[in-house]
Antibody, heavy 115, light 111 residues
Framework: QVQLVESGGGVVQPGRSLKLTCAAS????????MHWVRQAPGKGLEWVAV????????YYADSVKGRFTISRDNSKNMLYLQMNSLRAEDTAVYFC????????WGQGTLVTVSS | DIVMTQTPLSLSVTPGQPASISCKSS???????????LYWYLQKPGQSPQLLIY???NRFSGVPDRFSGSGSGTDFTLKISRVEAEDVGVYYC????????FGQGTKVDIK
């Protein structure tokens, strides 16, 4: 069955960096574009970034553009989100999700940006 | 940017009764390929979101047939024919014709 497992969250000071990882299994990872979506505490869903199946294209929400970088390693079935210059407003649960339809979601990993 | 507006923001439903959620987009979601890129997700308490409906009216694998989606252009509706206790949670619509944007969410609980 399809599994997406995020890791790498934690507490980080404003201005610092953090790298999230999403391990995929149960489907042909290299066939699908992958996204990161986040959810601030008690709030709704916010799309963050997408990467094409072959890594050839990447797009970002305006709120993270220039600070976050999405990448993938199809040989390892892994998706990444490098987050730099973190701000308090980046505090959220970060989910990875698959494909055009966001068909499958991981359980999420909590990132807390606080001094 | 396309703005997605859901109504109502909360809904309390008696089990066995129907429920309906509206989602309006600020621009048409009809693509030149003929598809309309509107999706519905349910986030049950303490869980990740799950896909219910894709491209307006197609139920995802395993989704009960009491869930149905309809609409076109900028106006869309998710209907639950007979609400069950397991349907509680927050429902989100999402568009993907121009980047990706979610509605604010509609919280559904049981009376």
């Amino acid at each position: 069955q399809v599994q997406l497992v995020e890791s790498g969250g934690g507490v980080v000071q404003p201005g610092r960096s953090l790298k999230l990882t999403c391990a995929a299994s149960g489907f042909t990872f290299s066939y699908y574009g992958m996204h990161w979506v986040r959810q601030a505490p008690g709030k709704g869903l916010e799309w963050v970034a997408v990467i094409w199946n072959d890594g050839s294209d990447k797009y970002y929400a305006d709120s993270v553009k220039g600070r976050f970088t999405i990448s993938r390693d199809n040989s390892k079935n892994m998706l990444y989100l490098q987050m730099n210059s973190l701000r308090a407003e980046d505090t959220a649960v970060y989910f990875c999700t698959s494909g055009l339809k966001f068909s499958y979601w991981g359980q999420g990993t909590l990132v807390t940006v606080s001094s | 940017d396309i703005v997605m507006t859901q109504t109502p923001l909360s809904l309390s439903v008696t089990p066995g009764q129907p429920a309906s959620i509206s989602c309006k987009s600020s621009q048409s979601l009809l693509h030149s390929d003929g598809k309309t890129y509107l999706y519905w997700y349910l986030q049950k308490p303490g869980q990740s979101p799950q896909l219910l409906i894709y491209e307006v009216s197609n139920r995802f694998s395993g989704v009960p047939d009491r869930f149905s989606g309809s609409g076109s252009g900028t106006d869309f509706t998710l209907k639950i024919s007979r609400v069950e206790a397991e349907d509680v949670g927050v429902y989100y619509c999402m568009q993907s014709i121009q980047m990706w944007t979610f509605g604010q969410g509609t919280k559904v609980d049981i009376k």
